[in-house]
Structure formats: structure tokens, C-alpha cells
């Protein structure tokens, strides 16, 4: 029987990279969330990629590099409530919307970083 394939394997990491960039170029802009990034966002996009890649399903880069990815605690620093969860998922979800991989996926997609985004909410 072959092995079912990951949701990294059905988007590919190319259009997982552009989606991060689409992403990032949303909350640049955010007057609420662009404060909780340091000045320069090429540290914070490159780990959001390689966490991606990870959580999808593609290689373990995150993990060997950064440990067990502990969002929760690696988000409690700052302080994230719906308002800060929803523009966060307005920006995933306008990158979404220029995506060029199957809606099925798509779908998979945002169902993941939709529950990501709630699980982050602290205050």
C-alpha cells in the first residue's frame, strides 16, 4: 500500500514559501501586529517557513534547528488576543486567496492555521 501523501507533499514547498511571503507582506503593514516583529522580518518569515514545511508534513529543519516548536510558549511573550488572532488570520487568509495550489488543500490549509491562530490567544 502506498504512503498517503502530506499536505506538504500536495502543496510543495514552493507554494509554501510564496504563501509566507504573500503573508508577510500583509502583516508589514498591520499597524496592530507589526509591532509584535522585530524590525527586520527576514528572521521571523524564515521561521515561519521552516515551521510550515514541518507541521505539513516536509522535513524536520525547525526542530533540528530551533527544538520542539512549543508555539504557546514561544508566542506567550506577547500579549494576543482575538483582535490580535484575527488580523493574523485576515493576512494567512488574503495569502490564501493568491495561492495557486487545489482548494482541497487550501482548505486543509486554513483549517490548521486557523486552530493554530486560536491556540495562540492568551489574554
Known sequence: ???AQTLYDRIGEDNIL???DDFYA???T?????KMYPEDLL??????KLFLI????????????RGHPMLRRRHFQWEIGKEEATHWLQHMHNALEKA?????????FWDYVYKAALHMINR
Do not use: S
Open 18 to 20: 510564496q504563501l509566507v
Open 54 to 65: 514541518q507541521a505539513l508534513g516536509g522535513h524536520q529543519t525547525y526542530t533540528d534547528e
Open 26 to 28: 500583509g502583516v508589514e
Open 30 to 34: 498591520d499597524e496592530l501586529i507589526r
Open 43 to 48: 528572521p521571523a518569515k524564515n521561521r515561519l
Open 1 to 3: 500500500m502506498a504512503e
Open 100 to 108: 495557486t495550489f487545489a482548494e482541497k488543500e487550501k482548505d486543509e
